[in-house]
């Protein structure tokens, strides 16, 4: 079975600190795939970034960057200087295929930017 | 604007009632992938539809039950509601997501999903 653990509930940060927020996962899968999406107050939920599990490379895409460590288990989202307009419910989730596909989602973190 | 539209956005009806959400995903996506969101049981994944062939179920229950037509589009009929059925029901979309495994360019298939806005189902 599969397992994503956010076990950061909520998260308050001034504007312009750094901010990670942890996601560890299960599965006994070795081909998998992680991903991260936003849900902003409005309530859509927003992809924002997908990797697989034969690619270790972090990843930066302007003030988000991601660290993906298998040996922990862990994909972890670090936004940088944060702003008010980050303040969102993250989900990370994770994907394993048999036949179809099958998404698992962590329980979320809510993230609080303060002006 | 993700491209998968979700109607009605707001849904109120009565217990022991009978409601049917629909989906359409954006254009070009074989797959769809139902969602309930409730505050206690977070983001659950329901059901995932490929090239109209049921191909994924996660926690549906079995009141629920969920199809894909020809023209792709999808519903999801929630039968003899309960009050813990309120939720927000989303729909997803992808390209891929169907297969059979150990193909070439199955790794293909792992596609990210596409949200719609979603429907707000309560139940009174």
């Known amino acids: 079975a599969q397992k994503v653990t956010q076990a950061q509930t909520e998260i308050s940060v001034v504007e312009k600190e750094d901010v990670t927020l942890d996601c560890v996962y299960e599965?006994?899968?070795?081909?998998?795939?992680l991903f991260w999406y936003k849900q902003p107050p409005s309530g859509e939920l927003v992809f924002l970034i997908r990797r697989n599990s034969f690619d270790e490379q972090n990843e930066i895409s302007g003030r988000y960057s991601w660290n993906f460590q298998k040996s922990t288990s862990s994909f972890n989202f670090t936004i940088t200087a944060s702003q008010v307009v980050d303040s969102a419910v993250y989900f990370c989730a994770l994907s394993v295929y048999f036949y179809g596909q099958n998404f698992v989602f962590g329980p979320g973190t809510r993230l609080s930017v303060l002006p | 604007d993700s491209g998968v539209t979700q109607t009605p956005k707001h849904l109120i009806t009565a217990t022991g009632q009978r409601v049917t959400l629909r989906c359409s995903p954006r254009?070009?996506?074989?797959?769809v992938y139902w969602y309930q969101q409730s505050l206690d049981q977070g983001l659950q994944f329901l059901i995932q539809?490929?090239?109209?062939?049921?191909?994924a179920k996660g926690n549906i229950l079995e009141r629920f039950s969920a199809q894909q037509f020809p023209d792709l589009h999808s519903e999801l009929n929630l039968s003899s509601l309960e009050l813990g059925d309120s939720a927000l029901y989303f729909c997803?979309?992808?390209?891929?997501?169907?297969?059979?495994?150990?193909?070439?360019?199955?790794?293909?298939?792992?596609?990210?999903?596409?949200f719609g806005p979603g429907t707000r189902l309560t139940v009174l």
């Open positions: 599965t006994r899968d070795t081909t998998y795939y």
């Open positions: 254009s070009g996506d074989l797959s």
């Open positions: 539809y490929y090239n109209g062939e049921e191909r």
């Open positions: 997803a979309s992808s390209v891929g997501g169907g297969g059979i495994p150990g193909l070439a360019g199955v790794r293909a298939s792992y596609n990210e999903q596409f």
